[in-house]
């Protein structure tokens, strides 16, 4: 089996980058940094993220798997102590798979020229520096309302505990093929109107944002940033591709939510 390293940065995950690459090499495993089938993020879940982002062109065939070196993270979920237990379920056990749905993005432009397609793991945010954004919203062909606000934030599952749980979003289970609209301070009175509600949409709807003034746009795709001038359109839905995470123990999701914003404590089950 192939496999690849991505480090935070820091002392601490470099020092464990170091030791997982040099047991593995000695399990005859290969390390492989442009064709991995296991990808491994030391660090939290912004350097899983990165790692996503830079295998997403394969990811029919590489799976990931996170060891957190801060908080516990949503994605990271092995410790540091258990580093030599994952080491040799890395190398003596064949790992399971479980998918989650992705966000995809297509950004066209109103110059006709050729369109940009991003896919996200946690989010795409829409924002504009330049006062509020304005969109007509058609959902699956049809003008559903006109949004007014600082923005919008569209989620997968897996990411609806990150910054769409902050802007009062629903925490959605990733087995759910679906992607959550959740407004950045809409306005709101006798003349502009929203939903005010967090959408769940799935995977046969598509979600069509046409801006209504002439802004330039702030839009993220995880923790990567463009600007874009001249915005015909913005289409949003559950892309056809999955991650897909390397699994030696189960580590439910909703265990997960528990030890990230209740407590540290809970029953074991199934994922």
């Given at each position: ?146 949004f007014r606000g600082d923005g919008l934030c569209i989620s997968t599952p897996s ?113």
């Amino acid at each position: 089996m192939k496999f690849s390293i991505l480090s935070k940065g820091d002392q601490k995950s470099n020092e464990i980058r170091s030791k997982i690459k040099n047991y593995l090499t000695e399990f005859q495993l290969e390390y492989n940094e442009d064709e991995p089938d296991l990808a491994i993020s030391v660090g939290g879940d912004g350097t899983l993220l990165e790692a996503f982002h830079t295998y997403v062109h394969r990811l029919d065939q590489t799976a990931f798997i996170g060891i957190h070196t801060g908080h516990l993270g949503f994605y990271a979920d092995w410790m540091p102590e258990e580093l030599e237990k994952l080491i040799i379920e890395i190398a003596r056990t064949p790992f399971q798979v479980v998918e989650y749905p992705l966000l995809e993005v297509t950004i066209r432009p109103k110059d006709g020229e050729e369109e940009d397609r991003y896919l996200a793991l946690n989010e795409c945010t829409i924002k504009t520096s330049e006062g509020s954004v304005v969109f007509d919203i058609e959902i699956k062909g049809d003008h559903f309302e006109t949004f007014r606000g600082d923005g919008l934030c569209i989620s997968t599952p897996s990411g609806s505990t990150a910054y769409n749980k902050a802007l009062g979003g629903a925490i959605l289970h990733p087995s759910l093929e679906a992607i959550q609209i959740a407004e950045m301070a809409s306005i709101n009175n006798r003349v502009f109107r929203t939903i005010g509600s967090p959408l769940i949409l799935p995977s046969h709807h598509t979600c069509l944002l046409k801006p209504l003034n002439d802004r330039s746009f702030l839009i993220t795709m995880d923790h990567i940033t463009r600007t874009y001038k001249d915005v015909k359109s913005i289409q949003c839905r559950v892309a056809t591709e999955k991650v897909r995470f390397a699994r030696f123990r189960p580590f439910p999701f909703w265990r997960r939510v528990h030890d990230s914003f209740v407590s540290d404590e809970y029953s074991h089950s199934k994922e």
